[in-house]
């Protein structure tokens, strides 16, 4: 009889340190979300392909604390393109931005209204830029702060909640200001939703005063695809080596302009240093989440809008189907419910971050409104999900503003890229990411890769036409001429 009660009493005490463990793996509540402009992927202190000189602590601490998603990217890499996806969670040919100057359809829904039904404070702080140049609020948010087009980075003028007002200061502390503000100053006991948008670091990488020159003497290196000119260029489509010629090329980048960087090393300096402040934000965030007691119950999500070339094959810039282009970097913080020190090797898009925040919140986007990704939460939460994606569709379509890059559609495995160019006279490419990483050796004439180029090519036209992504049809942009010094770039 005393064996059975002693029996009894382990199962009853093994299920209150079950119990206990549940609780420390609690599920936050609010979140907090943070995008900034053209970070790419490997511009981390922490990830193993950054360059030595870059420190980035606050990137570093999330990714110590808790996950660094390091295979995520964007559907499209634009601005308003990828932006619009991340609030909507469909890709640029059904929501409609499908470049920086088309507006997103009519009637669109956007994830913090539902938010907001499910009783989430929510508020918005920074760059908008989803194809207007327009700066009033947008529906979903109780708390507006933003700024028309790309903004600037000194003194910018602010609309807040319908008003404008003038600034003075850098706009990425002013941001942080703002949002740190309104966390301080919200009323009641509600869940909350906070985007903090940066400017930063789009062109013309304008760091805070207090960084200039902190990379004045750092050891560049050039990327071996930009150097190797003919071994790089070897069996590359023909736009590519002449973009290098271009505006979003090394060899004439920006047209020379004054008002524009005039070498990639001065880029890569100015980039580095406009990302400082970036960090620092991250760090103040966290830091006062933790002071407030608010940490246990809040996700934090980081990530850039879209990658960046820094002289990869010869460009600069973003649009293209590359890695450095359409990657991106992405971590995430929760303490309690992210195991610190992990990381995440799925394939995790910028059309699954509304599924996962609304995931987080027993929300849901309405019934008519189609929903292009899915929910990653339970990967944050360390579970395992056997039927996620092994591939996805990237597109990019020609701008009128920029007509130097082709229309462009792409399929990526976890080994394999396929790119498919439509509207010009020129070649495909298919790349061994496993063997060729920096997608220096075209495949797409190999013989013994037909078989392949031919099942990737279906796979990609099989995906695009079964939700009509190839009716995308060429329009007049949205008061193109008025908006065209905001919405450029």
């Known amino acids: 009889m005393r064996a059975n009660k002693w029996i009894v009493g382990l199962c009853f005490f093994g299920v209150l340190i079950g119990l206990g463990l549940k609780a420390q793996a609690q599920q936050p509540q609010n979140v907090v979300f943070i995008l900034s402009d053209d970070h790419r992927y490997d511009y981390m202190g922490f990830h193993p392909d950054s360059p030595d000189f870059l420190e980035t602590p606050s990137m570093d601490r999330m990714a110590k604390e808790g996950v660094h998603l390091a295979n995520a990217f964007v559907t499209t890499s ?48 920074g760059k908008w830029h989803i194809g207007e140049a327009h700066d009033k609020p947008k529906p979903g948010f109780d708390r507006w702060v933003s700024f028309r087009g790309q903004g600037v980075y000194y003194n910018p003028t602010l609309n807040i909640d319908g008003e404008r007002q003038q600034a003075e200061g850098y706009i990425t502390d002013l941001l942080t200001d703002y949002t740190l503000d309104w966390l301080d100053n919200r009323e009641g006991d509600q869940p909350f939703f906070v985007y903090l948008s940066h400017k930063a670091v789009h062109a013309e990488f304008e760091p805070a005063e207090r960084h200039e020159g902190t990379y004045a003497d750092a050891d560049l290196s050039m990327p071996q695809s930009m150097k190797n000119i003919e071994q790089n260029y070897q069996g590359k489509p023909d736009w590519v080596r002449e973009q290098r010629y271009s505006w979003h090329g090394v060899d004439y980048m920006y047209h020379n302009r004054d008002d524009h960087p005039q070498s990639l090393e001065e880029i890569i300096t100015r980039y580095s240093e406009s990302l400082m402040a970036v960090d620092e934000s991250i760090g103040r965030v966290l830091d006062y989440l933790e002071e407030q007691g608010l940490a246990e119950n809040t996700l934090v999500v980081y990530m850039g809008d879209n990658g960046f070339m820094l002289g990869e094959h010869g460009l600069i810039d973003k649009r293209q189907a590359y890695e450095e282009s359409m990657r991106v970097p992405m971590l995430a913080w929760a303490p309690r419910y992210i195991e610190a020190g992990t990381t995440i090797n799925e394939n995790v898009l910028n059309i699954d971050i509304a599924s996962t925040i609304l995931d987080l919140a027993d929300g849901a986007m309405p019934n008519d409104h189609t929903v292009d990704g899915r929910s990653f939460l339970p990967l944050l939460g360390g579970e395992e999900i056997s039927d996620w994606r092994t591939s996805f569709v990237y597109q990019y379509f020609w701008e009128h503003a920029f007509p130097h890059t082709p229309t462009t559609y792409a399929i990526r495995g976890d080994r394999y890229k396929y790119i498919y160019y439509h509207g010009v006279w020129d070649k495909n490419e298919l790349y061994d990411l496993k063997n060729d990483p920096r997608e220096m050796h075209n495949l797409i004439d190999v013989p013994a890769q037909q078989e392949r180029v031919q099942q990737m090519r279906n796979e990609l036209f099989d995906a695009l036409e079964a939700d009509g992504a190839t009716d995308v049809m060429f329009r007049r942009p949205s008061n193109y001429q008025a908006d065209e010094k905001l919405i450029h770039e």
């Open 78 to 125: 634009l601005c308003s393109p990828s932006r619009a996806s991340i609030l909507t969670g469909q890709y640029a040919y059904r929501h409609g931005a499908v470049d920086n100057a088309n507006p997103i359809k009519p009637g669109t829904t956007f994830f913090p209204q539902q938010l907001q039904e499910e009783g989430y404070q929510t508020a918005f702080f």
